[in-house]
């Protein structure tokens, strides 16, 4: 059963800052792997998408990276703004079943 | 990306009573639709996968009798929470993957229903 870590569970930074958000998946065998912004109250927003043949993606000041070798993602956003503060989320999607998987995310405070 | 609705974001009931909350894709066609719940400062737990036209597949653990899943269009599904009870108030939150040719396709998340039981 493929299961989704993701460390820290929180982090606080200061505006400004360069941070990485880190996922850890235990099967390797992935289709492809979501990062998704969640705020307060509110549903999901998709942030990145890699399919298991990429290795990373690029969105603004977002980048994502995935070493399926190592069971493992990161989130790297450049320039933290107070903007960025809420809860990240990765998923992965198994080779052997349609759903998405969830890590039980990262609580994200970029302070002013 | 792709838009998927979901009516009513939030919701009071009394408990014993029987709460529809309906999920919608609205610029595509979903050929599966998934439900799930959020506890507070928790992560998505899946409920169960809907493919139009068939009935639902539950997750270990998920009363199919309490929730009722009809996925009756390619744009519509719907999940009955059956004599709500307080334990039932959660998030709620609908997801649609569409009938893209790529197997890579996304699936694209709603805004959310909180549910709460008096």
């Known amino acids: 059963k493929q299961e989704v870590t993701q460390i820290p569970a929180a982090l606080s930074v200061p505006e400004g800052e360069n941070l990485v958000l880190n996922c850890s998946f235990t099967?390797?065998?992935?289709?492809?792997l979501q990062w998704f912004r969640q705020d307060p109250g509110k549903g999901l927003t998709s942030l990145l998408l890699?399919?298991?043949?990429?290795r990373e993606q690029t969105s603004g000041r977002l980048n994502a990276s995935l070493d399926k070798s190592s069971g493992r993602s990161t989130l790297y956003i450049a320039a933290s703004q107070p903007g960025d503060s809420a809860t990240y989320l990765c998923?992965?999607?198994?080779?052997?079943?349609?759903?998405?998987?969830f890590g039980s995310g990262t609580q994200l405070t970029v302070l002013p | 990306g792709a838009v998927v609705s979901q009516h009513p974001s939030w919701v009071i009931c009394k408990s014993g009573t029987s709460v529809k909350i309906e999920c919608r894709s609205l610029?595509?066609?979903?050929?599966?639709m998934f439900w799930y719940r959020q506890f507070p400062k928790q992560s998505l737990m899946l409920m169960a996968t809907?493919?139009?036209?068939?009935?639902?597949?539950?997750e270990q653990g998920v009363e199919k009798d309490k929730f009722l899943i009809n996925h009756a269009s390619l744009t519509l599904s719907t999940l009955t929470v059956t004599s709500a009870h307080p334990e039932d108030s959660s998030f709620y939150i609908c997801?649609?993957?569409?009938?893209?040719?790529?197997?890579?396709?996304?699936?694209?998340f709603g805004p959310g229903t909180r549910l709460t039981v008096l």
């Open positions: 809907s493919n139009e036209g068939s009935k639902a597949t539950y």
């Open positions: 998923a992965v999607r198994p080779g052997s079943a349609r759903q998405l998987t």
């Open positions: 610029d595509f066609q979903a050929t599966t």
């Open positions: 890699i399919q298991s043949s990429q």
């Open positions: 997801s649609a993957r569409g009938v893209w040719l790529d197997e890579y396709n996304e699936q694209f």
């Open positions: 099967d390797s065998a992935i289709y492809n």
